[in-house]
Structure formats: C-alpha cells, structure tokens
C-alpha cells in the first residue's frame, strides 16, 4: 500500500468512495498503535461513515481488522460445540441466564464475556453480581476450568478483547455516532468473531427500547452482521425480537434473575419461558443438536428435569456465589421501599414505552447514569401487566422497589407516560418477529 495518510481515508469515505482493505486495516491499526491516529480525526471519520455508510465489503474489513486488534480466543481444546449468544441490548432482557444453562445442559460449551448495563439497558454482569458472593471476576485458567467442567461460565469482558472497538465505541458515544448500522455491525462481531465460538446466536432488539426503531433497520444490521460472520467462516442466526415491550416482567438485577430462576424452575409457558425456549432450540440446531423440533424438545426436557436448573447453581458455586438462591429466592435483594402504581383508567395495554421503563429502573437504583455510578441489586420493576392485557381502572400495573421513598416519586411520575391504555384490543404481536441465518439461501 502507498503510504498511508488518515485524511485521505477520511476525504475518500466522506465523498463515498469505498477504502481498500489494506487502508482499513491501516486505520484500525492507528486506533490502538504508534503512530495513533488524533481522535479528533478519527471522530472525523466516524462521522462520514455515519452521513455516507459503508459498502458490505468495508464493513467486513472493518470488523476483521477490529477482531484482530487484540486477543483472540479459540476454544479447540473443548473438544464439543462451542456456542455464544448477543443481544444488542434491551430492558428486562435476562436471556442468557435461562439459555447458558440450557445449553450447558444438552452439551453446548458457552464460554461467555459480557458486560455491565448502560443506559436504559441492563446487562447481565450486573445481574449476576446481584446474587451474594458471586464473581466475574475469573482468571483465565479458572474461567477454562468453570467451562470444561459445567459447560458455562459468565465472566466479564476484558479490554484485551477488540480494544479498537473500545476506543471507537467510547467516541461514537460522545460524538453522536453511535447510530450508524455498518459500525454498530463491526463493534459487535469483532468483539464476537474475537471470543471464538463457532455458533453465534445474535438477539437482535427491535422497537422504542433499542438501537434499531424499525424491522428495516434491524434486517439491515442483522444482514451485515451474518455477512460477516460468514466471512469468518462462523456458524450465525440472528433473531430479530420486539424491544416494544420490556421481556418478561422484571427489570431490574436481583428482580431478573429471580424471574429467569421461575423459568428455569419449569414455567416454560410463560412468554419468556416461551421464548427462551425458542432462542435455546435456534442455538441447539445450529450445534448439529438434530431438527428444530427435536432441539426444542431437549431444551424443554433441560428445564422440565431440572438440569439446566442444576447447572446454574453449579455456575453460581463455581464463581463463589451462593447456590442456595436456586432453591430459596428469599436469599436475593430486594430494595426496602416499595410502591404498587395503579392503572389511571381500565383497557387495554396498547404500547409499553419500553426505554421509559428501562429510564425508571435507573432513577430506581438498578443501572447507572455513568460508568462510576454504583447500582442497588435490588432495585427495579415488577409489572403486573404487559402488552395486550385487559385491565380496570385501579388494577395494578407495577411494583416499584427502591431504597428512597424519593426515588419511587420520581420513577412513578416519569413511568406515567410509559403505559398507554386504549379502549380496544391492539394486534397481537409476537415476540419473534423473524429468524435470519448464514446457512439460508441469499
Ligand atoms: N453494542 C455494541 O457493542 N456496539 C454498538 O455499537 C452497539 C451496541
């Protein structure tokens, strides 16, 4: 390559002319390595991707170069299928703690790096930390050890992993360029591709609570990212989920994994049972696990015997918390205050304002303003009623709990707006709105 200069990268890119693979991996190199590239051009660019996009082919090369900007992990050593599952982030989404046990369970090695909640969105190291004693902090051959033994081990991210996307991505958030669906793609696969599982399970959030408003955008984003995970030779389904509506009815750390232990304890019927269920036959197909049905099956007969429920209390022993929680729920927190908020007039629940919700469980106590913030495990939301349930003036809607009566005041005032109550029946609408994968044709 001639020599390489930022600025043309960056004049190129803003009149919409694609960058070869070898200026990209020039560009993604100057993230992390002397001579850096200055943020403020950087920034620069990050902007003329989000006004010009990117083609398919330098998204690809965007995302490979950004994997290879730091550790990669390869899990050949496991000796079986090695699986992992994202979401793009939603409110009440406690997912992974109902299929990670699933999966370890009928023979799936889950080796996952997750993340703490920003935002509205919660995440699922803040949840798990809400359970006394637990740890994600483990040490590589601890956390080896954890996944050759249960199948599963949750430990949090570390910054060896894609650290070009950690730069990035704190930039894109102060410089209004988050929003952008070619760098949204990279971000998340090169953290992914970089963790190594050959079967890649993307939840991906549609609706007032996620990144993506709209089915167009989130088919776009799931689209590019089968692209590339398919470019790295990697097993993926992405799932497209409404985020219209918190999933299930807890949000809030102690509060979900208090709902994901009622599932994993049988209840399989309820929407997010029912779902789970889904997303853990999706990843046990793509595993070679048999047919769909016959995958659906097994992740049923994980839960119904108790197994899933048995490794998940082998995980929460293996990372020093107390596995009594699985049997007595009473050993969790629950933040002192409460308030019930009552439904203002009877109807339908016509639409969940789910990032309002997810706001109010921050002035809760249960995510964080800023990154120093620390959270209240048992603060949050426990609705009584979602999304096309009938109600009458008076009916509860929600359980508010919180450490300060002032809190609740405020979270009460802002959820309000959250819940509209119309006078007819609105659509069914699934929470599965489509299923997208690398071995479909295109
Ligand atoms: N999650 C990520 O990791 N990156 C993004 O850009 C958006 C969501």
Redesign the pocket.
């Known amino acids: 390559m001639a020599v390489f200069h930022v600025n043309d990268c960056i004049r190129k890119t803003k009149q919409g002319i694609p960058l070869t693979a070898a200026e990209i991996g020039a560009l993604v190199r100057g993230i992390t390595k002397e001579p850096l590239i200055p943020d403020y051009q950087l920034s620069a660019w990050l902007m003329a991707v989000c006004l010009r996009g990117l083609t398919d082919d330098e998204t690809a090369a965007l995302t490979m170069a950004m994997r290879d900007s730091g550790q990669t992990m390869h899990w050949d050593m496991l000796g079986g299928p090695v699986a992992d599952k994202h979401s ?2 939603g409110v009440g989404d406690k997912t992974t703690l109902i299929l990670a046990p699933i999966a370890a369970a009928c023979g799936i090695f889950m080796p996952k790096m997750s993340g703490r909640g920003l935002g509205h969105t919660g995440g699922t190291i803040d949840k798990l930390e809400s359970i006394p004693g637990f740890s994600t902090a483990l040490a590589p051959e601890a956390f080896l050890e954890q996944v050759k033994k249960i199948g599963f081990a949750v430990a949090m991210q570390t910054g060896d992993l894609a650290p070009a ?1 950690k730069k990035l ?1 704190a930039l ?1 958030d102060v410089t209004e360029t ?1 929003d952008s669906i070619p ?2 793609c990279a ?2 696969m090169s ?1 992914k591709l970089a963790t190594g599982a050959d079967h890649i399970l993307l939840d991906v959030k549609v609706g007032s609570g996620a ?1 993506m408003k709209n089915d167009e955008d989130a088919a776009e984003l799931a689209r590019l990212m089968l692209a590339a995970a398919k470019a790295d030779g990697r097993d993926c389904t992405a799932v497209l989920t409404d985020m219209d509506r918190p999933l299930g009815m807890n949000i809030g750390n102690a509060l979900e994994v208090l709902e994901a232990l009622e599932v994993l304890d049988g209840d399989t019927e309820s929407a997010l049972g029912a779902f789970c269920v889904t997303l853990a036959a999706e990843l046990l197909h793509m595993a070679g696990k048999g047919t769909k049905e016959a995958c659906r099956a097994q992740a049923l007969q994980a839960v119904q015997s108790g197994a899933a429920m048995e490794r998940f209390a082998q995980m929460i022993a293996a990372q020093g918390g107390d596995p009594r929680v699985t049997e007595n729920r009473s050993l969790l927190p629950v933040s002192p205050c409460t308030r019930t908020v009552k439904a203002e007039r009877g109807g339908w629940i016509a639409a969940m304002q789910s990032e309002q919700i997810g706001r109010a469980s921050v002035l809760l106590g249960a995510g964080r303003m800023t990154k120093a913030d620390s959270i209240d495990p048992g603060a949050g939301i426990r609705l009584t009623a979602q999304y096309g349930d009938k109600v009458a003036q008076g009916d509860p809607l929600m359980t508010l709990y919180a450490q300060k009566e002032s809190q609740l005041d405020e979270a009460e005032a802002f959820l309000r707006g959250a819940v509209s109550i119309a006078e007819t029946e609105p659509e069914q609408r699934p929470l599965i709105r489509k299923i997208y994968s690398t071995g479909d044709a295109t």
């Open positions: 793009t982030g996307d991505y894109r988050v760098l949204i971000s998340i953290k990144f």
